[in-house]
């Protein structure tokens, strides 16, 4: 008998479960007083934990494509469904939708306001894959709107069942993972804000000298283009394409665009506008004997500035657009004392730490970029070997 393992022994089947495929649980309590013995309680669970599978939006919009055969819930031959209270009037529904002209279905969920506060673990949105709701709040989001325990809601997302993790309570973080998740998340993002707008949630206002940190873009560039080779899965967050030749073989990466803007979420909405249409121009055949259009190049990053004064945090990301918090002590008095520039470095830095694969460090990757900045654009990795040598 192995001491490192419990006592255990085959079984014959007791035939629960009736087709090849699926898992029977049983489970013995000796506190016959256990409220896992509730069926009230067992059904408040199933609520919580499948609300998606018992809301008919949520079947007839995305997850009728999953179980086509629909879903069912019984406890002690009690049908569960939702309870007037668990199933309030839909506020905004929203279509999740991903590629390059947005047309492929990924995703439904749905946004509401309440009048009044609601208790932490009602508020924020939750995120379902299968109908299983995997999370629930807004750091998972990246967005927060002013009105934090009020906004509620649940998207389903499919897809991102390829990476859950074993227990079906997060995501998987490796570098493969996180591409998939972010991309999604952006999906999501982009779906939400409007709805944000909308209810009065989003507010913008910006203050700082433009043309004096335009040069501080080019700087960022060259630090991200060294970077993503160590942290590729950072790339769906800075909009980095790799270029494929005609011969099949993916070239080296392109270097990020970035821009530092002052205008609201408005003016990014209206440049992916425009970005769509362009797509569409440049993907015509051109006619014979003229010449293609060049594509315009578009930011993939963009670095923007707001006055919250409702959170704490340095920056947040949302879309691709990293907001800086100009309410902020730190920012206050780095511009007071002319270290701006240097503040946004360490705010995109910060920001883009809490993106990278799990096992890595997120203070190691602030170090490489600030290493690899101060060092105009060369690859940390280069610095510290050049460092080394010399100490030796």
């Given at each position: 008998m192995n001491e490192s393992r419990a006592p255990w022994k085959f079984i014959p089947s007791p035939d629960k479960v009736k087709t090849s495929r699926g898992t029977a649980v049983t489970i013995e309590l000796l506190d016959f007083q256990s409220s896992l013995l509730s069926s009230e309680f067992i059904s408040k669970v199933i609520r919580k934990h499948f609300y998606p599978l018992l809301h008919p939006q949520f079947i007839n919009s995305i997850l009728k494509y999953v179980y086509k055969k629909g879903v069912e819930f019984f406890v002690n031959g009690e049908k569960v469904e939702l309870k007037d209270f668990d199933s309030p009037e839909i506020s905004k529904t929203f279509r999740v939708t991903i590629g390059k002209k947005g047309k492929r279905l990924a995703g439904f969920g749905y946004l509401a306001k309440s009048k009044q506060e609601l208790p932490a673990e009602l508020s924020g949105i939750g995120i379902s894959t299968y109908g299983k709701v995997i999370k629930r709040g807004w750091d998972w989001l990246g967005i927060l709107p002013k009105s934090t325990f009020q906004i509620y809601g649940m998207v389903e997302i499919p897809a991102l069942s390829e990476i859950l993790t074993t227990n079906k309570n997060d995501f998987l973080k490796d570098a493969a993972s996180l591409k998939k998740y972010y991309r999604y998340r952006k999906a999501i993002q982009e779906a939400i804000l409007p709805i944000f707008t909308e209810l009065g949630e989003e507010r913008m206002s910006f203050e700082t000298d433009l043309k004096r940190l335009r040069p501080l873009e080019?700087?960022?560039?060259?630090?991200?283009?060294?970077?993503?080779?160590?942290?590729?899965?950072?790339?769906?967050?800075?909009?980095?394409?790799?270029?494929?030749?005609?011969?099949?073989?993916?070239?080296?990466?392109?270097?990020?665009?970035?821009?530092?803007?002052?205008?609201?979420?408005?003016?990014?909405?209206?440049?992916?506008?425009?970005?769509?249409?362009?797509?569409?121009?440049?993907?015509?055949?051109?006619?014979?004997?003229?010449?293609?259009?060049?594509?315009?190049?578009?930011?993939?990053?963009?670095?923007?500035?707001?006055?919250?004064?409702?959170?704490?945090?340095?920056?947040?990301?949302?879309?691709?657009?990293?907001?800086?918090?100009?309410?902020?002590?730190?920012?206050?008095?780095?511009?007071?004392?002319?270290?701006?520039?240097?503040?946004?470095?360490?705010?995109?830095?910060?920001?883009?730490?809490?993106?990278?694969?799990?096992?890595?460090?997120?203070?190691?990757?602030?170090?490489?970029?600030?290493?690899?900045?101060?060092?105009?654009?060369?690859?940390?990795?280069?610095?510290?070997?050049?460092?080394?040598?010399?100490?030796?």
């Amino acid at each position: 008998m192995n001491e490192s393992r419990a006592p255990w022994k085959f079984i014959p089947s007791p035939d629960k479960v009736k087709t090849s495929r699926g898992t029977a649980v049983t489970i013995e309590l000796l506190d016959f007083q256990s409220s896992l013995l509730s069926s009230e309680f067992i059904s408040k669970v199933i609520r919580k934990h499948f609300y998606p599978l018992l809301h008919p939006q949520f079947i007839n919009s995305i997850l009728k494509y999953v179980y086509k055969k629909g879903v069912e819930f019984f406890v002690n031959g009690e049908k569960v469904e939702l309870k007037d209270f668990d199933s309030p009037e839909i506020s905004k529904t929203f279509r999740v939708t991903i590629g390059k002209k947005g047309k492929r279905l990924a995703g439904f969920g749905y946004l509401a306001k309440s009048k009044q506060e609601l208790p932490a673990e009602l508020s924020g949105i939750g995120i379902s894959t299968y109908g299983k709701v995997i999370k629930r709040g807004w750091d998972w989001l990246g967005i927060l709107p002013k009105s934090t325990f009020q906004i509620y809601g649940m998207v389903e997302i499919p897809a991102l069942s390829e990476i859950l993790t074993t227990n079906k309570n997060d995501f998987l973080k490796d570098a493969a993972s996180l591409k998939k998740y972010y991309r999604y998340r952006k999906a999501i993002q982009e779906a939400i804000l409007p709805i944000f707008t909308e209810l009065g949630e989003e507010r913008m206002s910006f203050e700082t000298d433009l043309k004096r940190l335009r040069p501080l873009e080019r700087e960022i560039e060259e630090t991200l283009r060294h970077l993503l080779k160590d942290f590729p899965e950072l790339t769906p967050l800075v909009g980095v394409i790799r270029k494929t030749t005609k011969t099949g073989f993916v070239s080296a990466i392109e270097t990020p665009q970035v821009e530092i803007i002052q205008e609201g979420l408005e003016k990014i909405e209206e440049g992916d506008e425009k970005k769509e249409s362009l797509k569409e121009k440049t993907e015509k055949i051109s006619e014979p004997g003229r010449k293609e259009a060049k594509k315009k190049k578009v930011p993939r990053l963009t670095i923007g500035f707001e006055k919250d004064s409702f959170q704490s945090n340095l920056a947040r990301m949302v879309k691709n657009v990293i907001w800086i918090n100009t309410f902020h002590p730190a920012y206050q008095k780095a511009r007071k004392e002319g270290l701006e520039e240097y503040h946004i470095l360490l705010c995109v830095a910060w920001v883009l730490s809490k993106f990278i694969e799990e096992a890595r460090s997120p203070q190691d990757f602030v170090s490489q970029f600030l290493a690899s900045w101060g060092s105009e654009g060369k690859s940390a990795l280069q610095i510290f070997k050049k460092t080394e040598q010399k100490s030796a």
